[in-house]
C-alpha cells in the first residue's frame, strides 16, 4: 500500500514570496490534514478536511495560508506571501476516518523562508 | 503553558538500559497516541489507546494509559540504537470529531 505523498521535500524561498505544497494521501482515506511542525515543536494542526469539506480551519493563518482538496483527493496548501517565521515542517497526514484510528504522515515538506 | 506536557524533554541512555517517557494531559482524554520521528522525517505510528488502564505492547515498547489522571507513560525495554528518535505523545481532546493536540516531544539518544 502506498503511504502519504508530499512534494516538494524541500523549498528555500525568499520572504514575501509565495509556495505551494502538495499532498496525496492514502486511497480511500476521508480524512486529510496539514500540520505545521517548528524545530523542536510538536506538530500544530493548520487544517483538517472530510473528503473536500473543511472540518477545521481555526488555527489557519487565513491572511496568508490557503488550502483545498479537489474532488476530496488530493490537496495542495499555499503561503503567499511568505514570512521568516514560516519555516518550518509542512506534514499532511490522512486517516480513514476522522473520530479514531491511526493518523498516516507523509515525509514532510521543509520549508526555508530567507 | 503547554495543554499537553512531554516530559523528559531528552534523554539519554546507554545500550540495553529501561526508560520511560510520560504524557500528561491537562483536558480530558478521549485517545492518546505515540508516534517516533526521526530528524527530516515523517511521524510513524508506534500505538494509541483509549480506554482507562489499558495497555499495548509492541516489540520492546509499552505504553500505558492511566485515564483518571490523564496520563500515559511510554516504557522501552532493552533500549538499543535503534530506538533513538522523537518520541511524540498525540491526544485526542474531544468526544466527536477528532481534535489532536501534541506535545513538544523527547528526544531519545542510545548510546552503544
Known amino acids: 500500500e502506498a503511504g502519504v505523498a508530499q512534494s516538494p521535500r524541500y523549498k528555500i524561498i525568499e520572504k514575501r514570496q509565495s509556495v505551494a505544497f502538495w499532498c496525496n494521501p492514502i486511497s480511500g482515506h476521508a480524512t486529510l490534514y496539514w500540520y505545521q511542525q517548528i524545530l523542536g515543536q510538536g506538530p500544530k494542526l493548520l487544517i483538517q478536511?472530510?473528503?473536500?469539506?473543511?472540518?477545521?480551519d481555526s488555527q489557519l493563518p487565513k491572511d496568508r495560508f490557503s488550502a483545498e482538496r479537489l474532488k476530496g483527493v488530493d490537496s495542495t496548501l499555499k503561503i503567499q506571501p511568505a514570512k521568516l517565521e514560516d519555516s518550518a515542517v509542512y506534514l499532511c497526514?490522512?486517516?480513514?476516518?476522522?473520530?479514531?484510528?491511526?493518523?498516516?504522515f507523509g515525509e514532510g515538506s521543509r520549508l526555508t523562508v530567507l | 503553558s503547554q495543554e499537553l506536557e512531554q516530559s523528559p524533554q531528552s534523554l539519554i541512555v546507554q545500550e540495553g538500559k529501561n526508560l520511560t517517557i510520560n504524557c500528561t494531559s491537562s483536558k480530558t482524554l478521549y485517545g492518546l497516541y505515540w508516534y517516533k520521528q526521526k530528524y527530516g522525517e515523517g511521524l510513524i505510528f508506534l500505538m494509541m489507546l483509549q480506554k482507562g488502564g489499558e495497555e499495548k505492547s509492541h516489540e520492546k515498547i509499552t505504553a500505558k494509559l492511566d485515564e483518571k489522571k490523564q496520563q500515559s507513560s511510554l516504557h522501552i525495554t532493552a533500549s538499543q540504537p535503534s530506538h533513538a528518535g522523537i518520541y511524540l505523545c498525540?491526544?485526542?481532546?474531544?468526544?466527536?470529531?477528532?481534535?489532536?493536540?501534541w506535545g513538544l516531544g523527547t528526544s531519545l539518544a542510545v548510546n552503544p
Open positions: 497526514a490522512s486517516s480513514l476516518i476522522s473520530a479514531t484510528g491511526e493518523l498516516f
Open positions: 478536511f472530510q473528503n473536500n469539506g473543511v472540518v477545521d
Open positions: 498525540g491526544a485526542d481532546i474531544s468526544p466527536g470529531i477528532r481534535k489532536l493536540i
